[in-house]
């Protein structure tokens, strides 16, 4: 029998979210500001703030799972703070009342040892920034009274990903034949999650009550150089590699004197500098999942971006 799956946001997470679940057959009900998501006659799609309370409740009447995908209105600590921690706690009490289980896209940030490989038993206490904010985020649902799982990502690749550093600053460029700047270095290894890898866990997830309530990571393939990830985009547009050059971290930093986001995004430049590895293998066997080999996820992604124009 098709549940009813609610979706808030429509960004690359939620509406590859919405795409899979109805792809299987189930009734989805899509929130956004704007009314926007995949069409599908199985997907409903409802212009609601999923952060006012009166409007949400309803919106979740009947779910049993709420996959929450909205982000901030900007990438600071400021604006983070701001909306994320109050946009949590309206959908966990509106999805508790509803008796739903809310999933979460989660990043790396919260993680206090990052020179570590980064698995499932953390530790994940970094103080300070945003990810002191996503720290507290993942202690507030583990503090709620409503069924949550959190699934960890890496920098995310694949279609519908725009703003990140395996987006628009990189596929793009490669298939205008241009030389690309990465940040940090182009030379160390950093894991990066294909979305639909990432969304296909957090639906899995929501289905397995034995995996609630804790941490998982998103299937993720081996570490990739930023060099050869632009290598397997290369090849995947049948262009060959790419010439790669780095914008080291302390020109960021720098410009970090002048400009507020230069500021922001050197508060991650520790990500690039150095290895930066998760491991899945956990996950992967609780989930019965594993991640899509890198070709074909790299010939998906350049594909989308070449009907992007």
């Known amino acids: 029998m098709s549940e009813l799956h609610v979706v808030t946001g429509a960004g690359p ?27 599908h006659p199985l997907i409903e799609r409802i212009a609601a703030d999923a952060r006012e309370r009166e409007q949400l409740a309803p919106a979740l009447s009947g779910a049993s799972a709420v996959f929450h995908c909205i982000h901030s209105s900007a990438y600071r600590a400021s604006a983070w703070q701001a909306e994320l921690p109050q946009a949590e706690r309206t959908v966990l009490a509106a999805a508790g009342e509803a008796g739903a289980v809310v999933v979460f896209p989660e ?50 690749f694949g279609p519908r990903v725009r703003m990140a550093h395996a987006g628009e600053r990189m596929v793009p460029p490669i298939l205008a034949g241009k030389k690309l700047k990465v940040l940090g270095s182009a030379a160390q290894p950093h894991s990066f ?25 998103a299937p993720t393939g081996p570490a990739l150089t930023q060099r050869e990830l632009a290598a397997a985009f290369g090849d995947a547009a049948g262009l060959g590699t790419p010439p790669v050059g780095a914008l080291p971290g302390w020109v960021i930093r720098a410009a970090g004197a002048f400009s507020r986001d230069a500021r922001e995004l050197a508060e991650m430049m520790y990500q690039f500098e150095k290895p930066f590895v998760m491991e899945s293998a956990v996950s992967e066997s609780a989930l019965g999942l594993k991640p899509t080999p890198l070709p074909q996820a790299a010939a998906a992604t350049v594909a989308w971006w070449r009907t992007q124009g």
């Not at 057959?25 to 929130?31: E, K, Y």
């Not at 999650?193 to 941490?215: E, G, Q």
């Open 13 to 39: 997470v939620g509406w590859t979210i919405a795409e899979q679940l109805a792809g299987q057959g189930q009734q989805v009900r899509i929130l956004t500001r704007t009314g926007s998501g995949p069409d």
């Open 107 to 156: 990043s790396l940030y919260s993680y206090s040892r990052p020179d570590k490989t980064l698995t499932e038993a953390g530790p994940r206490e970094a103080q300070g920034g945003k990810r002191g904010i996503r720290t507290a985020l993942l202690r507030a649902r583990e503090e709620s009274a409503t069924n949550t799982v959190s699934v960890v990502a890496g920098d995310f």
């Open 193 to 217: 999650t294909f979305v639909p890898d990432l969304a296909a866990a957090m639906i899995r997830a929501a289905k397995t009550p034995s995996v609630w309530n804790k941490v998982w990571h």
